[in-house]
């Protein structure tokens, strides 16, 4: 399945989305943004999906907003403009199946925000983060004010938002934006090969590891109760007698997501 600006490959339980505008640095459109959210979307309603691997066309993962079709505009075109961007977000935090971004070359802009969504970021030895946003008199979107706070810490985020800086790809693992650097041009290989590993995990499981990770700067008090329900949720599930059959009988689980 394929779009003209998201390409869509299944490796057994792993979707691979691919932004396909390589001509531009897998800059973000309005089309784009649109297939991008529709694409993901489709991978949460997939019954043989497990895990959805992030990743862009060509030398680039994603350089940002398409600056080329940016103009001042008024809300009456910008807000349904911003929504169609945030639903691409929407549609990363609110699936139950993880998500892996693999980065190669740039990531700028929204490309960070679309990298530091995930729950996982394999980037390339030779990637490139940077916020960007300020360069063109933004402040950001894509859930940056959430996701790069969560990632690398309020204070550093700040500092990367407020004093836009390039950074490598090792750089970015420092702080955290980035999880493994990998030799260049290997970045998609790792991340499908992590994913193929997550996909072994029970789903139900990594649903609610997924709804309560979107509880992280919750009351601790209140992520306790949160994860009480999830543990009695999972405790009468197929997926967990199976798990404890195969702890006893000293064999690899099958899980089915029941």
Known sequence: MAGSTVLIEDR?????????????????????RVELGDALEAATAAQDVRVIVLTG??????????????????????????????RVIRAIWSSAKPVVAAVEGAAFGAGVSLAAACDRVVAGKDS???TAFTGVGLAGDMGLFSSLPARVGPAVARQLMLLPRRLTGEEAREVGLVDEVVPAGTALERAVSDAEQIATAPPLALREMKSLWRHWAADPFEVLDLEVQAQARLFDTEDFAEGIDAFHSKRRPVFSGR
């Open 12 to 32: 057994g339980p792993v979707r691979i989305v691919t932004l396909n505008r390589p001509e531009r640095r897998n800059a973000i459109d309005l089309e784009l």
């Open 57 to 86: 066309a060509g030398q680039s993962f994603c350089s940002g907003g398409d600056i080329s079709t940016m103009r001042r505009m008024g809300p009456d075109e910008t807000i349904p403009r911003a929504q169609a961007a945030q």
């Open 128 to 130: 490139t983060f940077g």
